[in-house]
């Protein structure tokens, strides 16, 4: 099963856009999300504050600031082949 993880913070409309487009993905395919947020370590944040939301799948960027889900969708058909 893919892992798709979502880098963001709270408060960011950006951010609640994202897992809006990867709830709507969880309609038609299965993956495990892990949410993590950036404003409580700063490393992270130095890596992905300002280009929030970034989501990765299975460790590979795939998106930041916007979700594609028919890209997402693609991609996790790539995974389960």
Known sequence: MARV???GKPGCHLC???RA???EVRQVRTFD???VD???DAG???LY?????VVMVDGEELFEHFVNPVVLVERLDRVDA
């Open 5 to 7: 993880t979502l880098y």
């Open 16 to 18: 609640d856009e994202a």
């Open 21 to 23: 487009a990867l709830e």
């Open 33 to 35: 999300v892990e949410e």
């Open 38 to 40: 950036v404003s409580v």
């Open 44 to 46: 992270l944040h130095r």
């Open 49 to 53: 504050g300002e280009r929030i939301p």
